[in-house]
């Protein structure tokens, strides 16, 4: 599976949060803006490591960006992140280049898609 | 905080972290973070109030992962049960077999239904208040248990007692302080504590307390119920302003310890935080102000006893006196048959005497030959059965059996005539003629109480006692009647002379008897 069958954002998986807590949207405000942050930081280290040729670097940030873009609705970057982890504990990581660009580029389709939701929220 | 619950959130992920701690609130869970194993193991180690109940644990983690968590969890004593979730993207079934055989309670995979999470963490919530009863139930118990088994062994230390109730409360229902104030003549004063001491408690406690609602101990002595104040900074009656300052306390706890419906104290509790005692921390207390209040009886009663034993041997024979606090007192006390010397004596003259004497003369002359003759009864380990104005009445061999009974009576009743007549010649310088006789017996009596509820005299009854009465009438001033049995018991130390066969009242036959002229000289011992 290359994941580009998933959705970039579910926006269900936000609305089932936000509806567990009482609908509070300060806290789902916070959650996006602490997953855009961290997020951020985590991309990053997954950029270092592809550059450096070094799977065991790659394993934890790939790892978590899985399991914190799975949380917030971002189905096809926690999707190729999971295969970067896969590979990574494998040791072997393949086009590397360029999964990292399309990996890039998803990030940002997921921060303009988050922009989006948290302002429909607003209105 | 029974009813809520405190949950440790182990995760690495800041995002599922966020995540997770905001389900939990919205549940009616609180909770604490830890970003890996290690943080973790640190909080858990710490001792915290409330304590965690439920550990929620991610497996994939740096520094240290949720099996290493998992297992150092479960190979703790302290921790071993506390309910461990495990939450984890690794959705292969291996991981979870895992973490089960490390004692996982349950285990969760992501992504989880918040629905599912809350009513797992509160089946493990159950899980945990069930052991935590458990615990404490035995914890109290043994503490219990501990407490009763000093109370049993130290009846004369009140001090111990009180020591080891007030340790025992305060550990149990984990409060900093405590003090054990006894009720004395309206004023409370401290009579054990732990926890720190500072002078101007030490001064507080030199005062005393008095009812009131200024004080825990105050307002326990008014309603005579477990009075708590939660803040002491925010009770606007609340008057150890300066105590308070110094000592730091916040939440009180006092109970009074009560017996028969008086109040003779009063147990407290204080903790250094703002943290009411529970139902059950009270009713514990209380428990304690129970067995205190037995603690502090049976000390009184062995004082009690002692003094009333005191108080006794100076109207009773010594024997009788400590026979009746003997373990084997009640059972000789019932009544029991046993050979006896028993010994009669009275004043001749004295009817006469007391019809004309002043009372102070009276008083006066029974004082001087009563306590002369008590003093020879002691001595001999006579048994006074009583004393009535110039007659008294003496046993041997009960209650302590003594197989040399007759030669003691026989002693002790030369003793007194020759006491007797140092008496009588005093005496008769004040122009008061007095005798003094004496019949001895030797015989089987039935010995025990006599007497009716109120009045019970420890007596010898049989006809030993009818033939030493008789003997006493019989006998002239200055002579020592024996019965024929009572002689020949004492034959070999007595010079006696036959007085011949006297009819006595109450007897069918004429009696022999023999006047006691004194006692041999002890024969020398031949050198060897």
Wanted: proline fraction near 3%; charge should be negative.
């Amino acid at each position: 599976m290359t994941g580009s069958d998933l959705p970039t954002f579910d926006s269900a998986v936000l609305q089932e949060l936000r509806a567990s807590v009482g609908g509070d949207d300060g806290f789902i405000s916070e959650l996006i803006a602490t997953y855009r942050v961290d997020g951020a930081a985590q991309v990053d280290s997954i950029e270092a490591a592809i550059a450096a040729g070094d799977p065991a670097a790659l394993v934890r940030p790939a790892h978590t960006m899985k399991s914190s873009s799975a949380s917030v609705g971002a189905q096809r970057l926690s999707e190729m992140c999971r295969g970067l982890e896969l590979d990574a504990r494998s040791g072997l990581i393949a086009d590397g280049e360029a999964r990292l660009a399309a990996l890039r580029a998803e990030w940002s389709e997921v921060g303009e898609a988050l922009d989006r939701f948290a302002a429909g929220m607003a209105d | 905080m029974a009813g809520a619950g405190l949950v440790l959130v182990v995760d690495d992920n800041q995002v599922n972290r966020l995540i997770l701690t905001r389900l939990l609130t919205s549940q009616g869970l609180a909770s604490i973070e830890a970003e890996n194993g290690k943080r973790a193991l640190e909080i858990l180690r710490e001792s915290r109030e409330p304590a965690i109940d439920v550990v929620l644990l991610d497996v994939l983690m740096p520094e240290m992962d949720g099996y290493e968590t998992l297992a150092a969890i479960k190979g703790d004593e302290a921790l071993r049960h506390l309910p461990v979730i495990v939450i984890s993207g690794v959705e292969e079934l291996e991981s979870a077999v895992r973490c089960i055989e490390l004692g996982a309670t349950d285990y969760l995979t992501k992504p989880y239904n918040p629905a599912i999470l809350g009513a797992r963490i509160r089946a493990s919530l159950v899980d945990k208040r069930l052991h935590d009863l458990e615990f404490e139930y035995l914890e109290r118990q043994t503490a219990m248990n501990e407490v009763l088994e000093v109370i049993s062994t130290s009846a004369f230390d009140l001090r111990t007692v009180l020591a080891t109730v007030v340790e025992t409360a305060a550990r149990l229902c984990r409060a900093e302080y405590g003090s054990i104030w006894l009720a004395e003549s309206g004023l409370f004063r401290v009579a054990a504590n732990v926890g720190e001491s500072t002078a101007l408690l030490e001064a507080q406690r030199a005062r005393g307390l008095t009812p009131g609602r200024g004080t825990v101990v105050g307002r326990v002595a008014l309603s005579r119920a477990p009075v708590q104040i939660i803040d002491v900074l925010t009770d606007a009656d609340y008057e150890q302003t300066e105590l308070q300052r110094v000592a730091g306390f916040r939440t009180l706890l006092g109970v009074p310890i009560q017996r028969d419906g008086d109040l003779i104290g009063v147990i407290l509790a204080a903790r250094n935080h703002v943290l009411p005692f529970t139902e059950s921390e009270i009713l514990l207390v209380t428990a304690f102000a129970d067995q205190a209040a037995i603690g502090i009886q049976n000390v009184r009663q062995v004082e009690t006893i002692g003094r009333q034993k005191e108080e006794l041997s100076r109207f009773l024979s010594p024997q009788v006196a400590s026979l009746i606090s003997s373990p084997e007192g009640e059972e000789m006390l019932a009544g029991h048959r046993r050979q006896a010397t028993v010994v009669f004596c009275d004043l001749r003259g004295f009817t006469a005497f007391s019809e004309t004497a002043e009372p102070e003369e009276l008083f006066g002359v029974l004082r001087d030959y009563h306590g002369a003759m008590g003093s020879l009864i002691v001595e001999h380990g006579g048994t006074l059965e009583h004393f009535a104005g110039d007659g008294m009445m003496i046993f041997f061999n009960d209650p302590v059996a003594q197989p040399d009974h007759a030669t003691r009576a026989v002693r002790m009743a030369v003793a007194m005539r020759e006491r007797f007549v140092d008496l009588a010649t005093v005496w008769r310088k004040r122009g008061y003629e007095l005798g003094f006789g004496v019949g001895i017996a030797v015989g089987y009596a039935t010995l025990g109480r006599i007497g009716f509820e109120g009045r019970f005299d420890y007596g010898a009854i049989g006809n030993v006692t009818i033939l030493a009465s008789r003997l006493c009438s019989e006998a002239q001033s200055g002579q020592i009647l024996l019965s024929q049995r009572a002689y020949a018991a004492v034959e070999d130390i007595v010079e006696a002379e036959a007085v011949g066969e006297l009819t006595l009242k109450g007897l069918s036959r004429p009696v022999p008897a023999l006047n006691v002229m004194s006692l041999k000289a002890r024969e020398p011992i031949p050198a060897s």
